[in-house]
């Protein structure tokens, strides 16, 4: 059974970091990417970074470019996104998710509809 767990979300001021972590189970971690969501209230989900299974491709929206990171840990099974400079609009909550047929990271974008299993998300506040 896939399962994916995301922690780490917090209340931080504008400015500051946090990492988050989507701990995977019940696949075979080195197989397959990941993507990385988020949905402010009322907005639609966005797909704001994904590695493609076998790394070729990384992918980061415009919003996060340059500030935010993925990376793994294969000995935890476990993805993490570094998120630095966090603002106003970064806050949201915060997805993982896996695609088993592997067509959900290309260099244009983080397709939704490609992602098969989900976390529970994990919520970022951004207050001043």
């Known amino acids: 059974q896939v399962q994916l767990v995301e922690s780490g979300g917090g209340l931080v001021q504008p400015g500051s970091s946090l990492t988050l972590s989507c701990a995977a189970s019940g696949y075979t971690f080195s197989y397959y990417g990941i993507g990385w969501f988020r949905q402010a209230p009322g907005k639609d989900r966005e797909g704001i970074s994904c590695?493609?299974?076998?790394?070729?491709?990384?992918y980061y929206a415009d919003s996060v470019k340059g500030r935010f990171t993925i990376s793994r840990d294969a000995a935890k099974n476990t993805w993490y996104l570094q998120m630095n400079s966090l603002n106003l609009d970064d806050a949201a909550v915060y997805y993982c998710?896996?695609?088993?047929?592997?067509?959900?990271?290309?260099?244009?974008?983080?397709?939704?509809?490609?992602?098969?299993?989900w976390g529970q998300g994990t919520q970022v506040t951004v207050s001043s």
């Open positions: 590695v493609s299974s076998g790394g070729g491709v990384t």
């Open positions: 998710a896996v695609d088993i047929n592997r067509y959900g990271c290309t260099k244009e974008g983080a397709r939704m509809w490609e992602y098969d299993y």
